[in-house]
Structure formats: C-alpha cells, structure tokens
C-alpha cells in the first residue's frame, strides 16, 4: 500500500511540473526570443522584410479593432499577418506600410496560431521597406493564463514543489482607493531555464484585511489594461560564483506589460543561490505618488537610493522623473 501511495505521488508531482512548467514557458503569450536560422525553403519561420525593414523579436499576433491580424514586434512595428500565405514567409512587397493596427485590447487575439519567429534572409536585397507603428497601449503577455487567477504569497511557496528556484520582492501599497502588489521575481525554472519577471496586481482597498490576515495572504487581480506599466529587464548571471564578470542572458526591451517575464536556457551553479543573478529592472509609473509609494517599500527593504552602472550597483534604486531602475541581487522575501 505504501508502494502504491509513493508511486501515486510521484506520478502527481511529475504532472504538476509538467503543467506549471508549460504554464509559465507558454504563459508568455508569443513574446519570445528570436530563432536565428539560415533561410530554407517552405521553413515554417516567418520572413519579414529586408535589411533595416526586419522585424526585431519578441514578436506576437494581435487582432486590431478592424478585425486584421498583425504581428506585432519588440518595437511595435508590424505588419499584416495572413497564416494562409504560401510558404510561410513575408517578402518585402507584401508588407503594409499604411495600417495601424489599435492594439489597446489584445481580447481579439489569435492564441491558435503558431509561436511567431524572424529571422534575417541570407541574401541581400536593396529594397527598403517602411514599418508600421502600433500604439503605445499595446499590453504584452496579453495571452498568458496566469492572468485569469491573480496572484498572492502562496504560489511563490509552491514553486519549490516543481523546481523553481526563486527570489522574490513583494512591494505592498495603497494607491488610489486600491491595494497594489508589485511582484519581481529571478531565478531558476524547472532545472531548465534562468528568467526573470515583474507583475502588477490589484485589489479593492479593504484596511482591515490588510490588518488581517495581511497582504501576504490576500489575492490579487492582475491589473487591467489601463493599468499596465512600461517594463524593461535585464538579466545578469554568474556563471560561476567565483567569476569577476557576469554573462549578460536576457534584455527586455521597454513595453507596457501588465506582467513581464523572459527565460533562457541555463541553470544556476547551486540552484538555490539566486544571488549569482542580477537583475536590473525599470518602471514608469503613471504619478509621482506611485512611485513615491512603490520606493518606500524599496527603503524599507534595505534598498538604498543612488545611481546604477548595469549590475555594479546591487541592491539599490534609482529615480528619474516617474521611472524607477532597481538594480537587484542579494535581497529576498521570507
């Protein structure tokens, strides 16, 4: 009976790895680094254009509100998308040039399709191409699951139970008649991939929740839309512990993200010591009063406030204007 109950229990963790693990890979949405391939025939990436007119990754398709598909780049160009082209690859005159998708919703958005990619064609071509811009509302990671159930303490607690190893800051405030949590997370996921991530999470001010049973242990909504930030990240890792010079592993470009997240491939020199990560992220807040709120909780913690050169400068914040750097490594939550 013991024999079984073990076997049983195992079969379950194995699941629950393997559906947490898919969950946040795909939670993404699209948004996912570039493959860069040398060009082949009926290959299933998508070509974009020419020379200076490539798309740049992540990229993601997003239904405009006149019912269009476009795929969306890192720097909000994009072009028409139609999955029913032969080949599966954009040439240069067939790019739109005039059409502005509105991707201030991203509910219209094509889940069903393929991960899109670009690469560049291995043949040089003088045709110049011109790039729309979308919106500065477009929200990334508009796709991802995790948006539906929120957030709160307790799925950091059981991240360890599925092999993710991470460090955490929580930062609780009250702003505007509503309690925010604004989440940064780093570490290793699943023994396969290093990441990092920034979420915002919202409730309905309620003073004696927050009394008790407290912040911690409350639930948040992800934060609408309209309530988004613009997000940029980069990721640092000491290869080894004992190496000078860390390998940079991600940069995020700035986007308007409800949440924010990217992995690449590798794995900690011991996986429970996230310090050899650091993590230097930026958000624009939309007041003064935010981010005033947001930094306090950075003092609090022992952030000090100065500037920052890349990953030199740990465990510190800076402020310019409504934007705020945070320069990450060794702090954690309890």
Known sequence: ?????????????????????????????????????????????????????????????????????????????????????????????????????????????????????????????????????????????????????????????GAMFVNFYLQTIRAYFTYDNKDWLIELWKGEYAMATVGCEVGFYYREHNQSLLENPGADWLLYKSVEDEDAMPVSMKLWQYVKATDETPVMKIDYSKRNCWWAADFETGVLEKHRDQTTLVMVATIDFPTTKMRDLFTEQLDNKGFREGSINAYHNVDRYDVDGRTVTICWRYFNED
């Open 1 to 157: 009976m013991k024999k079984n109950y073990s076997k049983t229990r195992y079969i379950a963790l194995l699941c629950s790895f393997i559906f947490v693990f898919s969950l946040v890979m795909t939670g993404c949405g699209s948004v996912k680094k570039i493959t860069k391939k040398s060009t082949s025939a009926g290959g299933d990436e998508i070509q974009i254009g020419q020379g200076d007119g490539i798309l740049e990754g992540p990229t993601q398709i997003v239904v405009g509100d006149d019912g269009l598909s476009y795929i969306v780049d890192n720097e909000g160009h994009s072009v028409i998308y139609n999955s029913n082209q032969s080949g599966g690859s954009y040439s240069a005159s067939q790019i739109n040039t005039t059409a502005k998708p509105n991707t201030s919703s991203n509910s219209g958005t094509n889940s069903t399709q393929r991960p899109i990619t670009t690469k560049k064609p291995a043949t040089t071509s003088t045709t110049k191409v011109t790039t729309t811009q979308a919106t500065p509302k477009s929200v990334y990671n508009a796709l991802a699951y995790q948006r539906k159930f929120g957030f709160n303490k307790y799925y950091d607690m």
